[in-house]
């Protein structure tokens, strides 16, 4: 679980650095090409087929829209004006989002009761702090990268939701269905490039580097790792990194970068992390992701994002326990 919070936390960090030699379109497309190689890989280690059929791979192109293309575009738009670390507590208001969006969608298996209210004001509160608006400087392109930043979890939000709606249940393995989607989402990246990613790029060393961890390993290897650390230990385990990312990010702008933090942006990713564990209370008491002892598989596509809910076990076909 460590491994995988600081691999996943990491994300923001490789972003910024590969930001030194590549534009967010470039960065984009690269990182989905390794991220799905490295699922392509493990998907014929495991000797699984990727999915078939029209319709699903239509579903697939909408899920990786949402999900991949869309949110890992902007994390890089924004993070051309605002710290890594900012980012990554930005990133954490995605269960927030998802909630809201199920909610508004009809998917939502709880109703908004006081306790999921507080907390959405609680965690939306905590957002508010981790960018200080009202501070000198907090306008313009450090504005428009915030709100980069706080659209890309609201993609991730809308990609669970649809890949709830579409893609849940089809029994599917899991692996496959991961890789396919990234392997869509490739496939819209490169048709988009040329229209936006054929800027002069600046070889450095950092950003090469940096890409490649991001693509293969915070795209690709992370969602092989979250699978395996559900199938050992269980969602309500696996789901607690979502309380470690934003503390990695935050941690390592500031040592690797240099980034400045203030008491009031960490008392901000205090709340969100607070209204997300209010959001996440059942009626009865305990948490909402131990009624599953595994979300379904094919949101392991969102990297690097938690559990926003409780979803059905998916097919035991695909396990990767023989191939991690």
Known sequence: MALLALVWGSSYLWIKIALRGFTPTQILLVRLA?????????????????????????????????????????????????????????????????????????RQRARLTPALLVGLVVGFTGALLIFEPWKSGASGPAMVGVLACLAAALSYALGYTYIDRTLAGRGIPPVALVAAQLLAATAIAAVTTPFAGLTPVHLRADSVIALVVLGA?????????????????????????????????????????????????????????????????????????????????????????????????????GSLSRSN
Not at 246 to 265: D, H, K, R, S, Y
């Open 34 to 106: 390794l991220g799905a190689l490295v699922l392509l890989a493990a998907v014929r280690f495991a000797k699984l087929r990727l999915p078939r059929g029209a319709m699903v791979w239509v579903h697939l192109s909408i899920a990786a829209l949402l999900a991949n293309v869309v949110p890992f575009l902007l994390f890089a738009v924004g993070e051309q004006t605002v710290d890594s670390g900012l980012a990554g507590a930005l990133n954490a208001t995605t269960p927030l989002w998802a909630l809201l969006v199920g909610l508004f969608a009809g």
């Open 217 to 317: 390993l915070g795209t690709g290897y992370a969602v092989l790792l979250n699978y395996r650390l559900i199938e050992d230990d269980g969602a309500t385990l696996a789901s607690t990194v979502a309380y470690l990312l934003p503390i990695v990010a935050v941690t390592l702008g500031v040592l690797t970068l240099g980034e400045p933090v203030t008491a009031v942006t960490l008392a901000g990713v205090a709340l969100v992390l607070t209204g997300i564990a209010l959001t996440r209370r059942r009626p009865g008491g305990g948490d909402a992701a131990a009624s599953s002892t595994k979300p379904d598989a094919a949101k392991l596509a969102q990297s690097p994002e938690p559990e926003p809910a409780p979803e059905p076990e998916p097919a035991a076909e």
